[in-house]
């Protein structure tokens, strides 16, 4: 069987051509050994292109894991969203509101849109305030933070809060009571977005206390019907 020359010897041009010997191979010639750091033309240029493609196979992980860790998100942004949302339902159950002018911002990690509303109040009676905001987060997922801040009074202790869970609405609905004796705050998580929607009141005298299972269920209608005008596609 003809064999394969040497890759690190020299050709031996004193031997016959043809001639195999098998028993007694070759003895390597002193100080000619090769240092592990010279490698043969084509061995670097492999391990280049080894390399090269392990860098970009890193890279494109890589990218790929920041855009998957990226919300996908299902609403579009408004700049004015005190007509997107005319809270139609709320206004029945409490009483006729007035929108304000709108707010909005637009980042590179976060839009939002705000709007306020309010009924007429001439001292008498109970006066209701309702605020509402959407946030459509473009970098992070919210999730982890969802419904864990104060909401839209931050400068206002609600004290302690009794959270209840709305199935149905969202992929997570949360309702928020406090315990100071402010109003209901809705927040709900869908498709990257946050909306959240606050009710307060306030009075002279003893005015009788809101229906507040009307309220919920009027605030629940509305932002069901915002998140349904706002739905991509």
Known sequence: ??????????WDDGRPAGTVEADAPPEPERGRARPWGRARPWG?????????????????????????ASPRLAYRFSDNLCKEAPLT????????LERDAPSF??????????CSYSTD???????????????????????????????????VNRGAEQLESVPGLGERAVLA???TGLGPR??????GTVFTLSVEWWGEGGE??????????????????????????
């Open 44 to 68: 670097r240029a492999l391990g280049g292109a080894l390399l090269a493609s392990a860098l970009w196979a890193g890279a494109l992980t890589a990218q790929n894991r920041f855009a998957d």
């Open 1 to 10: 069987m003809i064999t394969e020359p040497e890759l690190d010897g020299e």
């Open 177 to 179: 009571d406090s315990t």
């Open 121 to 155: 109040w001439s001292g008498e009676g109970t006066a209701f305030g309702v605020r509402l905001l959407v946030e459509m987060h473009k970098k992070t997922d919210p999730q982890a933070e969802f419904a864990a801040g104060p909401g839209l009074t931050p400068e």
């Open 208 to 233: 009788a206390e809101p229906d507040q299972v009307a309220m919920k269920a009027a605030m629940i209608e509305d932002v069901r019907a915002l998140m349904t005008t706002l739905r991509k596609g």
């Open 89 to 96: 339902a709320l206004s029945n159950a409490l009483a006729t």
């Open 186 to 191: 809705l927040q709900v998580l869908d498709g």
């Open 105 to 114: 911002g637009e980042g590179p990690a976060l839009d939002w849109a705000y």
